[in-house]
């Protein structure tokens, strides 16, 4: 199923972004099993990082987190491996050198494996993605790109065209985070350029945390990707107390 079957007509997809193996495994599989449970139309699993470009202090937190408890790449696919046929499309958020390290086609194999339905890579360009979007593709796997609010228009229509399922939209310049919300009017004429130049579904991230601000850009996007905001929701806290703080956040955001 390609991932742009989640999108579905007069309805905002919600795509909710976890940092896997924070605080723990148990509880990652808690929270999945919670946003299941509470409408998410396909989940962001973070594989931790130790230099995550894109990531704001509240995920960089969590990946460190997740890292000291020695969690491992081989450790999200294994809990994807057991998790994907009860929980929405599963799209493993990771950088590049992870994937390089282990082989491009190895990775494709595994993530295919496990059961992933997508591939998001913030640090790898449109130029260098092609090995890494065509040995995912040969198992059926999808990987959407970024296209950031400073890219210009003529790049932003070849991200476009190569991005699978759908386009993540970055509304706004800088790292993740939930203290800034996106610049509207400049966010609305990105998504009007886009909207030019390719039917692929959009759908925003970066700043996105609270219900106003889910509401000011459901009327022109397809989909939202929450992730500091909900990483906050449940620090602190383990395995179901955390599932039941990840409904009650959610609950509040839609």
């Not at 449970?37 to 130790?50: D, F, H, K, R, V």
């Not at 040969?138 to 990987?143: L, Q």
């Amino acid at each position: 199923m390609s991932l742009s079957a989640i999108f579905k007509p007069g309805q905002l997809a919600f795509i909710p972004y976890v940092m896997a193996g924070d605080p723990d495994i148990a509880t990652t599989r808690a929270i999945l099993a919670a946003l299941a449970a509470n409408g998410a139309a396909a989940i962001e699993l973070g594989i931790p990082y130790g230099d995550p470009l894109a990531d704001g202090p509240t995920i960089a937190a969590a990946g460190a987190r997740a890292l000291a408890n020695g969690v491992k790449l081989n450790d999200v696919l294994s809990l994807v491996k057991d998790v994907h046929a009860k929980a929405p499309p599963i799209i493993l958020f990771t950088y590049y050198n992870p994937v390089y390290q282990f082989g491009l086609a190895e990775f494709a194999r595994a993530a295919a494996d496990a059961g992933a339905a997508g591939v998001i890579v913030p640090d790898v360009t449109l130029e260098e993605a092609e090995p890494l979007r065509l040995a995912l593709g040969a198992h059926g796997i999808e990987m959407p790109l970024l296209v950031a609010p400073s890219t210009p228009p003529e790049r932003a229509a070849r991200i476009a065209e190569q991005s699978g399922g759908f386009v993540y939209v970055v509304s706004r310049l800088g790292v993740t985070g939930a203290g800034e919300a996106p610049n509207l009017e400049p966010l609305r004429k990105q998504i009007a350029a886009l909207r030019a130049v390719t039917k692929k579904p959009l759908a925003a991230g970066f700043g996105i945390s609270t219900r106003a601000q889910v509401d000011a850009v459901r009327p022109i996007v397809d989909g939202v990707i929450v992730g500091s905001g909900l990483i906050d929701a449940y620090s602190g806290a383990r395995r179901e107390e955390a599932a039941g703080c990840v409904a009650k956040y959610v609950t509040s955001l839609l």
